[in-house]
């Protein structure tokens, strides 16, 4: 009845999508699929944008990090802590928060800072940037200067500095 040729023929056909045009009215009604599913999409929530405020607030220096600043548990948050120590900054004046104890403030910390990545410094409740903005400041000198600027030097780096 039908040969072997236009049998497969046939069922290729019926397996391929037809072919439409789109309409002036299927076009004006058309909606984009988002990006990114509500279950992929995280907004701060209002206790974790609290807690990450009054984190920043604990110390004119606060670094958040991966690990401590004893036992780093990255390299970037290594370098940060040894770029802060070449600074000269006072310990006094210097805390750390390990992201790594708590997811919400490892994912919410980049969402209020709007940095995408870790570690990250706030001087005076203010961002600085990560590692690599860190790294840009101390080679130029703009982080030594601005850590005099905001006085969180211990006492024998800013006079060595003046």
Known sequence: MFSNRGMNFALRRSWRPTRRVPTKAAAESFTPIPRFTPLQL???TTETKAAIDKAVATAPVVLFMKGTPETPQCG???ASIQILGLQGVDPSKFTAFNVL?????RQGIKEYSEWPTIPQLYVNNNFVGGCDILMSMHQN???A???EDEK???DGEQSAKA
């Open 42 to 44: 995280r907004f701060l």
């Open 141 to 143: 000198g703009e982080l």
């Open 152 to 154: 969180v030097l211990a």
């Open 145 to 147: 200067k601005m850590l």
């Open 101 to 105: 104890e708590d997811e919400d403030l």
């Open 76 to 78: 970037f948050s290594r």
